[in-house]
T-cell receptor, first 115, second 113 residues
Framework: GAGVSQSPSNKVTEKGKDVELRCDPI?????LYWYRQSLGQGLEFLIY????????KSGLPSDRFSAERTGGSVSTLTIQRTQQEDSAVYLC?????????????FGPGTRLTVL | AQRVTQPEKLLSVFKGAPVELKCNYS??????LFWYVQYSRQRLQLLLR??SRESIKGFTADLNKGETSFHLKKPFAQEEDSAMYYC???????????????FGQGTTLQVKP
């Protein structure tokens, strides 16, 4: 079956521009997570969705970062006024429900480069 | 504070040699521990988790609560084991268990022929 998909696979933008990253989770998965993979920081948690609500946004690094999820499915991560330190691979994962007992399935990631 | 530490950035061994990738954690409570693997040009995937007590691709990991460690071991490394390995923890039972993963910095395993 189809796994988690993310688009675009690569995004190059100029400092100060806004970007939107998209995640399509596995159908039927109610939990959705965003992580960031960067050279200096490793893999960091950003935000967790259960359905359309985000009970844990503790990993968002600044108020330039926001995310939403609609219809209990697709999620969009938006970064406003991008900075060079935002350059990273942004990973999305989904699981049946939000619990450590349920395996998370990861997407291929979006590589963001801020010039 | 919740933290996962993988002290080795790179571990290089010869094919057939034993492998141990170290992982230590700090967490107030009883976390669930995982190992994730990312092969070259592939997506991150679950290798094994403590609660399953399973062996995958010859790898095992034992949770040592006294030493707060969850080291990954394999008795005989294969070239196809070359990859990036991440140790991760997630909150155990209770309402705080959202499944969010706290990852270590990762260890690149290089198995030479």
């Amino acid at each position: 079956g189809a796994g988690v998909s993310q688009s675009p696979s690569n995004k190059v933008t100029e400092k100060g521009k806004d970007v939107e990253l998209r995640c399509d989770p596995i159908s039927g998965h109610t939990a959705l997570y965003w992580y960031r993979q960067s050279l200096g920081q490793g893999l960091e948690f950003l935000i967790y969705f259960q359905g359309n609500s985000a009970p844990d946004k503790s990993g968002l690094p600044s108020d330039r970062f926001s995310a939403e999820r609609t219809g209990g499915s697709v999620s969009t991560l938006t970064i406003q006024r991008t900075q060079q330190e935002d350059s990273a691979v942004y990973l999305c994962a989904s699981s049946l429900v939000g619990s450590s007992y349920n395996e998370q399935f990861f997407g291929p990631g979006t590589r963001l480069t801020v010039l | 504070a919740q933290r996962v530490t993988q002290p080795e950035k790179l571990l290089s061994v010869f094919k057939g040699a034993p492998v141990e990738l170290k992982c230590n954690y700090s967490y107030s409570g009883s976390p669930e521990l995982f190992w994730y693997v990312q092969y070259s040009r592939q997506r991150l995937q679950l290798l094994l988790r403590h609660i399953s007590r399973e062996s995958i691709k010859g790898f095992t990991a034992d949770l040592n609560k006294g030493e707060t460690s969850f080291h990954l071991k394999k008795p005989f490394a294969q070239e196809e084991d070359s990859a990036m390995y991440y140790c991760a923890l997630s909150g155990g039972g209770g309402s705080s268990n959202t499944g969010k993963l706290i990852f270590g910095q990762g260890t690149t395993l290089q198995v030479k022929p």
